[in-house]
């Protein structure tokens, strides 16, 4: 079956620093992929919609400045937390738009720590 | 994006027992589908159904699906304490925004050896 592998699973980082995340498509190409974040004890929210070769559509409130998102190739998409900041912690979890050979999919998700 | 409401926001019970999850949603929708999450881990997808259907099954699992009423259930038949983890329903309006999910707030479901 379809398969997203998300990498990393966690990081820890220093405030300041910027912290990438992968989302990769591993047997299909996903020209359209979707971000999402997840505090503690709370549910997931959508942070923005991931276009291969195009801008990144971001949801109301999510900065796209401080959220870069790159989808460079059909089968990965990056998200990118400049200067991250303790408030930044959080469950990052993405996901491909489901085909017509497969349904939805998710990445295993990135815990970020920032300290 | 706006989310649905579930209920309850918790449910603890005892192995063997049933456990029944509500979830209502604002806006029209493609499909609702439910999901799993163990504590800190990823998303387990359990079930979806489409607007046209009412009911589904899938082995202990039972979801219907009211569209006037915005709302859909998932009853967990025979509980285990496996079956621990916060549980979700996720919509999609289809669409333009085909793939893209309005999760509800969750229920965390604690079942006790």
């Known amino acids: 079956g379809a398969v997203v592998s998300q990498h990393p699973s966690w990081v820890i980082c220093k405030s300041g620093t910027s912290v990438k995340i992968e989302c990769r498509s591993l047997?299909?190409?996903?020209?359209?992929m979707f971000w999402y974040r997840q505090f503690p004890k709370q549910s997931l929210m959508l942070m923005a919609t991931?276009?291969?070769?195009?801008?990144?559509?971001?949801e109301q409130g999510v900065e796209k400045d401080k959220f870069l998102i790159n989808h460079a190739s059909l089968t990965l998409s990056t998200l990118t937390v400049t200067s991250a900041h303790p408030e930044d912690s959080s469950f990052y979890i993405c996901?491909?738009?489901?085909?017509?050979?497969?349904?939805?999919?998710f990445g295993s998700g990135t815990r970020l720590t920032v300290v | 994006s706006q989310q649905g409401e579930e209920d309850p926001q918790a449910l603890s019970i005892q192995e063997g027992e049933n456990a029944t999850m509500n979830c209502s949603y604002k806006t029209s929708i493609n499909n609702l589908q439910w999901y799993r999450q163990n504590s800190g881990r990823g998303l387990v997808h359990l079930i979806l159904?489409?607007?046209?259907?009412r009911e589904k099954h899938s082995g202990r699992l039972r979801v219907t699906l009211d569209t006037s009423k915005k709302s859909s259930s998932l009853l967990i038949t025979a509980s285990r304490a496996a079956d621990t983890a916060s549980y979700f329903c996720a919509t999609d309006a289809g669409g333009t925004s085909y793939g893209k999910l309005t999760f509800g707030q969750g229920t965390i479901l604690t079942v006790h050896p």
């Open positions: 991931s276009n291969e070769g195009s801008k990144a559509t971001y």
């Open positions: 047997d299909f190409q996903a020209t359209t």
């Open positions: 996901s491909a738009r489901p085909g017509q050979v497969y349904g939805y999919t």
């Open positions: 159904i489409r607007s046209n259907e």
